[in-house]
């Protein structure tokens, strides 16, 4: 992503206060990248660094973090010894019980919030480099995989991570690709990827997250989910842009711009596209069409141990057979698509959302949850002022079409 050097160097010097090695970072969120109609939570950095301060426009949004370690437990305890004050309550059981609330409850995240370093106000999860890679590999949570099939600032970079990303981003514009028509725009491509992360999500039903919040990440950052996807886009040969702006040579950096794009419906192609969705995500969707199409138990199985692909001897690019043909040509494939992800993202999103009054203790959990509420509020009262400012020119176009009628 392009960002401010600035900006970068400050985030970056975030991380040098941190003793403990970190391998992986990656910011993210409305205090790094522009969100249209994004309010602020009232969150206040004491002394940011004139570089945040001006990025964020005087907002003083709090900034995510993500650290990927090697070791949960080594790298706890060093943080412990350094920085007791990030922690709750629960650090003075010791890096041991920290690291086993990290990795043995909902998506192997542990969050410290409302830290501040360097002047700045952050929060920053914990996780171990395996459990990150296998959730963009394999989607069996989709918490992290969901976050970084968004725009993001990496300011640590791992080529195991990297690597398990490309495969993760590829994963997120197949799916949104099934989950849209043959005609769409580049907008609701990058709104149905944008959300992916966002359904069966606990915070989403409660008053506490905007609910235009999808709308809001893609309208302000067009040109860097497009630096994402266009280059994937260009090796898939089910989808196009078909636009005449795609000839001139500044369209990819053009944030005004939506183009218009077309995939191929041939069942064998979609086929494909199933047959190559991550392992753990593809098995929930199997089982949502084993029950659809009333399968037997024993030929499902049998079709399943034909499909693995450890047992495969010739290692070879996955190619759908007629099951993902026929699921492709389903009339349901929308609705079972969404239904496994939410299956996949409700339990472990709503457990971490439980262990943040553990990891954040209570008081900073109340504030946050404040804060989040503060949020809606704002974005409601936003979208009833925009509804009813627009509504008198409504009634105005009105009048003036029935008066020229009379």
């Given at each position: 992503m392009i960002i401010n050097q600035e900006?970068?160097?400050?985030?970056?010097?975030?991380l040098w206060q941190f003793r403990a090695p970190i391998r992986y970072a990656f910011a993210y969120g409305s205090?790094?990248?522009t969100q249209t109609g994004a309010a602020s939570t009232g969150s206040t950095?004491?002394?940011?660094?004139?570089?945040?301060?001006?990025?964020?426009?005087?907002?003083?949004?709090?900034?995510?973090?993500i650290f990927?370690?090697?070791?949960?437990?080594?790298?706890?305890?060093?943080?412990?010894?350094?920085?007791?004050?990030?922690?709750?309550?629960?650090?003075?059981?010791g890096s041991y019980m920290?690291?086993?609330?990290?990795?043995?409850f909902g998506a192997g995240v542990y969050f410290n919030t409302h830290i501040t370093v360097n002047g700045t106000l952050i929060k920053y999860g914990v996780v171990n480099l395996d459990t990150?890679?296998?959730?963009?590999t394999q989607w069996n949570t989709l918490y992290l995989a969901g976050r970084l099939q968004k725009p993001v600032k990496i300011l640590r970079d791992h080529p195991k991570v990297r690597l398990a990303n490309q495969m993760n981003l590829l994963s997120a514009l197949r799916v949104a690709l099934l989950l849209l028509p043959e005609r769409f725009s580049e907008f609701e491509l990058y709104s149905t990827i944008a959300g992916i992360s966002y359904m069966g999500d606990l915070r989403m039903v409660l008053p506490t997250e905007d609910p235009g919040k999808v709308r809001n990440?893609?309208?302000?950052?067009?040109?860097?989910?497009?630096?994402?996807?266009?280059?994937?886009?260009?090796?898939?040969?089910n989808v196009t842009f078909q636009d005449p702006r795609c000839s001139q040579n500044d369209w990819i950096d053009d944030p005004d711009s939506i183009l218009a794009m077309v995939q191929d419906m041939d069942p064998i192609k979609r086929g494909n596209m199933v047959r190559r969705l991550p392992e753990s995500f593809r098995q929930k969707l199997y089982f949502q069409y084993q029950s659809r199409f009333a399968i037997p138990r024993a030929e499902f199985n049998k079709m399943m141990e034909e499909n693995d692909?450890?047992?495969?001897?010739?290692?070879?690019?996955?190619?759908?057979?007629?099951?993902?043909?026929?699921i492709a040509e389903d009339d349901h494939l929308q609705e079972e698509v969404s239904a496994s992800i939410s299956k996949t993202i409700r339990w472990p999103s709503t457990v971490q959302t439980i262990k943040g009054t553990l990891t954040a203790g209570v008081g900073k959990s109340l504030t946050y949850l404040k804060e989040k509420r503060d949020k809606h509020r704002k974005a409601q009262a936003h979208k009833a002022l925009t509804e009813k400012t627009q509504k008198p020119d409504t009634t105005e176009k009105v009048e003036k079409t029935q008066e020229k009628k009379d």
């Open positions: 900006f970068k160097e400050a985030l970056r010097q975030i205090g790094v990248f950095h004491p002394s940011a660094p004139p570089a945040i301060q001006k990025m964020q426009q005087g907002s003083g949004k709090m900034i995510d973090f990927g370690v090697s070791y949960s437990q080594h790298w706890h305890d060093l943080n412990l010894h350094q920085h007791r004050d990030h922690y709750s309550g629960l650090g003075s059981l920290v690291s086993q609330v990290q990795d043995k990150l890679c296998t959730d963009l990440i893609v309208s302000g950052q067009m040109a860097h989910f497009r630096r994402l996807y266009a280059p994937l886009i260009s090796n898939l040969p692909d450890s047992k495969q001897e010739i290692v070879r690019r996955p190619q759908g057979g007629p099951f993902e043909r026929r």
